[in-house]
Nanobody, 125 residues
Framework: QVQLLESGGGLVQAGGPLRLSCAASGRTFSNYNMAWFRQAPGKEREFVAAISWSGVSTYYADSVKGRFTISRDNAKNTVYLQMNTLKPEDTAVYYC??????????????????WGQGTQVTVSS
């Protein structure tokens, strides 16, 4: 019901900011809860942040809390991940994910039905 396409990744110096975008297809973007996951080389995919259908509720992994901000613009069918004070350990492929609109937040990979192809974020020292 929805296709996702991430963009905005690239090379950034440690301490700098970067904003990722995830564009969703269709006219019912607000029917989905959205999230960001990431996967570093040789490691498991891990949860980063989630946002409710309305954008009112957000949830973050402890590793990014206070540095990253997830937001959405339903009029533009886009979810964002603003990353500040980036660290080398933030280097990973970042994936956008979607699940059917729900009143509860989710951080598990299996709880999301739709995935983008990912965008690479590399943080240099």
């Amino acid at each position: 019901q929805v296709q996702l396409l991430e963009s905005g990744g690239g090379l950034v110096q440690a301490g700098g900011p970067l904003r990722l975008s995830c564009a969703a297809s269709g006219r019912t973007f607000s029917n989905y809860n959205m999230a960001w996951f990431r996967q570093a080389p040789g490691k498991e995919r891990e949860f980063v942040a989630a946002i409710s259908w309305s954008g009112v509720s957000t949830y973050y992994a402890d590793s990014v809390k206070g540095r990253f901000t997830i937001s959405r613009d339903n009029a533009k069918n886009t979810v964002y991940l603003q990353m500040n004070t980036l660290k080398p350990e933030d280097t990973a492929v970042y994936y956008c994910a979607a699940r059917a609109r729900s009143s509860v937040m989710a951080a598990g990979i299996s709880q999301y039905d739709y995935w983008g192809q990912g965008t690479q974020v590399t943080v240099s020292s």
